[in-house]
């Protein structure tokens, strides 16, 4: 198999699968005139300008008739010449075109390659083609406004400003060490405690930002456990507002892990209904309780559903004492219709909440919302959120570290001037300016063909 190359002539179906009203081949490569003039007869084409064009096979036939866009190097999304051709959105016909693209000497594009192209032809940094990926798999439009403010380069400039900063201070710190003998106090002069304390500061806020916008991209997951018949199906289906769990008085009724995903304030919910934690015969539903384990391992927040007229009886105790020590917890006491409670939130041991529902009557719910809410630690979108994902936000905390390392050092000039670099170092792996192929590889192979 030859090797792929940057400079190869791609292609790829842009569009969706399925039938619709225009289909879109996109097709990118160097000096792309004599490609266009194969496929449309049109002799010479101007850049950024639209054409009504047949589009035609090796045999001269007429495959469809369309648009035809044409995008010069380096004026185009990929850096590179760029084809768009606008047919009829017709599988049939979008696999002719195709075909006849890789006739004129195009190949398939990977999945993402398109945006890959245009990072590595330093149209966009990395965050900004994480972004594009976010914007088309965003499911609410908070997501789609944050992917849109990253896209923008809103998190690139906080992070470029960060890292020119640090720039600056290393200068003065290796000059320092490059040339003892100089009179002048380089770091008090400067006063680079205290530039670093300030950096320390932004960071701060831009990792509690890019933490938002983490949990707003990746989703959180939450899962409910409690004694057989404790109301946990209930509840589900009215979280879910749908009826998706089978509901009865018998004991065991639940015997898998039942997932289902809502929308909280444009947050996505990946719920799970576990099977009931208990000893039992029945082999079926063991298999669907060694499912409930595995869940709870997966689980950002745990609601744990209590019938208030038994309380954290023996079986509930059980379950408790099989959790996880660091899951954070919200008790639920449902079923509050059957003891006449009215719904109100409190604190168990002044930590853990313990609210009052009932999943029948539709009572307290929006109260247990709010609070899954805040153990997430969402505090809402504003116009300073940008989407962030995992990655950005473990290098943040990386970088937090080196300088704070540095600022503990801050007399040791040569601890100060490594520490530092380090800080760099991580956040250039943010913006990609220094990313293994490995990494690249992972990112871009999430994204569709034809982006």
Not at 15 to 31: D, L, Y
């Amino acid at each position: 198999m030859a090797s792929l190359s940057q400079q190869d002539t791609i292609a790829a179906i842009a569009t969706a699968p399925g039938k619709g009203g225009v289909g879109i081949i996109r097709v990118s490569g160097e000096n792309l005139q004599p490609f266009v003039k194969s496929i449309s007869k049109i002799e010479e084409i101007k850049a950024r300008y639209a054409y009504f064009a047949s589009f035609y096979n090796n045999h001269d036939e007429i495959i469809d008739t369309g648009i035809l866009l044409y995008f010069k190097s380096p004026n185009s999304f990929t850096g590179d010449d760029v084809v768009e051709i606008q047919a009829h959105g017709g599988m049939v016909v979008l696999q002719l075109l195709l075909k006849r693209c890789m006739q004129l000497g195009a190949r398939l594009a990977l999945p993402g390659e398109f945006t890959k192209r245009a990072f590595l032809n330093d149209k966009i940094d990395l965050i900004q083609a994480e972004s594009i990926a976010d914007l088309i798999e965003a499911n609410s439009e908070s997501a789609a406004r944050m992917a849109t403010r990253s896209l923008q380069g809103q998190f690139s400039h906080y992070i470029e400003d960060l890292k020119q900063e640090i720039i600056n201070i290393r200068t003065l710190v290796e000059g320092s060490i490059d040339f003892p003998e100089e009179d002048i106090d380089f770091l008090n002069e400067a006063k680079i405690e205290t530039r670093l304390i300030n950096i320390q500061n932004n960071l701060d806020k831009i990792l509690i930002t890019a933490q938002q916008g983490s949990i707003l991209r990746e989703g959180v997951t939450l899962v409910l456990v409690g004694a057989p018949n404790a109301g946990k199906s209930s509840l589900l289906n009215v979280l879910a507002e749908n009826e998706i769990a089978i509901v009865t008085d018998i004991a065991g009724t639940t015997r898998d892990v039942i997932k289902e995903e809502i929308i909280l304030e444009g947050i996505t919910i990946h719920l799970m209904d576990t099977a009931g934690l208990r000893e039992t015969d029945d082999i079926i539903e063991n298999i669907g309780i060694k499912k409930s384990h595995h869940s709870l391992n997966l689980a950002d927040v745990t609601l744990i559903i209590i019938d208030p007229r038994e309380g954290i009886n023996h079986k509930t105790q059980q379950i408790l004492d099989q959790l996880p020590k660091q899951l954070k917890k919200i008790y639920v006491h449902n079923k509050i219709d059957l003891i006449n409670e009215s719904p109100k939130i409190t604190y168990i041991n002044d930590k853990d909440p313990l609210i009052n529902i009932s999943a029948k009557k539709n009572l307290g719910i929006d109260l247990l919302k709010k609070e899954i809410l805040q153990q997430i630690g969402y505090m809402g979108e504003d116009n300073s959120l940008f989407l962030a994902r995992t990655r950005h936000v473990e290098a943040l905390k990386q970088v937090q570290q080196e300088v704070e390392f540095a600022i503990e050092n801050y007399f040791y000039l040569d601890l100060l001037a490594e520490h530092l670099k380090n800080a760099q170092s991580h956040l250039n792996e943010i913006t990609g300016e220094y990313t293994s192929d490995d990494l690249l590889g992972n990112i871009f192979s999430q994204f569709c063909i034809g982006k």
